[in-house]
């Protein structure tokens, strides 16, 4: 039986809004920022190791670099690239860590930070496209 272009594009979005749905519940979703603020959504499966986190975040970003997370009294955890520790152990030992923060009945979202040379002050006065910046990752926000 052959659908329609409209059937094709109702199976289609069907299918996309249930595979959306799945992503909470067999994965961990992280966002991740830069020090200047800018982030992107990155989903890692449950079962997977820190040494997957890394390479998801590095075929996202297009380079490695080291991941941390911050906690409210502005502690630092560097998540090691290691294929002995499973995501879900870390998040689990460092839970004063991991901190959704997005509120109820938002999906869970954990920040991860990465300190990188960026271009995020491209446009400020006196900084043009050519210039690296260098940013401490001082500033925390917390929401």
């Known amino acids: 039986m052959e659908l329609s272009k409209n059937g094709i594009k109702n199976q ?6 249930e595979y959306i ?22 989903c890692v499966n449950k079962n997977e190791t820190l040494a997957d986190l890394h390479k998801n975040i590095n075929y ?9 997370v911050i906690n409210k009294t502005n502690q ?8 002995e520790i ?6 689990f ?3 004063d ?5 997005y509120p109820l009945p938002d999906d869970v979202v954990y920040r991860l930070h990465f300190h990188e040379e960026c271009k995020c002050n491209f446009g400020k006065k006196g900084v043009d496209e050519t210039d ?10 917390f929401t």
């Open 60 to 68: 996202q970003f297009g380079k490695k670099y080291e991941i941390y």
């Open 76 to 83: 630092k955890i560097t998540l090691p690239d290691s294929n």
């Open 97 to 101: 860590f991991f901190i959704p923060i």
């Open 21 to 42: 749905s799945r992503i909470p519940d067999r994965n961990f979703i992280f966002e991740i920022t830069k020090c200047c603020g800018y982030s992107e959504i990155v």
């Open 93 to 95: 030992e460092n839970r």
């Open 86 to 91: 499973l995501i879900r152990n870390f998040i």
């Open 12 to 17: 289609y979005k069907r299918k996309m809004k």
């Open 132 to 141: 690296y910046v260098d940013f401490s990752c001082n500033n925390v926000y």
